[in-house]
């Protein structure tokens, strides 16, 4: 089986998304030899890299200036909408190239990658709830795009039973798409 995961976040500072995001895949790709994983980065790659972490050998030139690019976007906020744009045209492009088994994506919103199932995972909705916890930008994007690209998920998985139960009474989807781990 072929395995998309979204690793834009780990072109960043690493968060609690970008340090689950790197554990998950690389505790995937030990225990499980029998499928073959892609990692995105904004390009498809066989390969795990995290620039963000000084330990990290795998690292390349394309890495390296996809970190140096996001950099320059996060301390230049008043680029991030047209950025935005450009990265939601280019990561529909980037979709068509190749089609894949499953999506996983780590980080709330899944991206237009193509795939027969897609599997995203909500850590928490306090960009719902508490909007005064996060950044500006993020909470310009997310009721934005939330609802809509969540939808296309196939299973929803969710940090807690707490989370999971929001989830449902948001969304107002079927119990069994919405799972905890």
């Not at 395995?3 to 895949?25: E, K, Q």
């Not at 390349?60 to 200036?65: L, P, T």
């Not at 850590?123 to 939330?146: A, G, T």
């Not at 449902?168 to 079927?174: A, G, W």
């Amino acid at each position: 089986m072929d395995i998309v995961i979204n690793t834009i976040p780990l072109l960043s500072r690493l968060t609690g998304v970008g340090n689950c995001i790197y554990h998950t895949a690389r505790a995937l790709l030990e225990a499980d030899p029998h499928n073959r994983y892609w990692f995105y980065y904004g390009y498809f790659s066989d390969r795990l890299i995290c620039p963000a972490r000084p330990d990290e050998k795998s690292r390349g030139a394309v890495s390296d200036a996809l970190h140096t690019a996001k950099g320059f976007i996060d301390r230049h906020p008043a680029l991030r909408g047209v950025i935005r744009d450009i990265q939601h045209a280019y990561h529909r492009l980037a979709a068509g190239t190749l089609s894949f088994d499953l999506y996983y994506e780590p980080n709330y919103i899944p991206l237009d990658l193509s795939a027969r199932k897609v599997v995203t995972t909500v850590h928490d909705l306090s960009f719902i709830f508490h909007p005064e916890w996060h950044p500006k930008d993020r909470i310009e994007v997310f009721p934005q795009h939330f609802r809509q690209r969540i939808a296309r998920s196939d299973v929803i998985t969710a940090d807690s039973e707490f989370t999971r139960g929001e989830l449902l009474e948001l969304l107002k989807i079927e119990e069994s798409r919405v799972r905890v781990v």
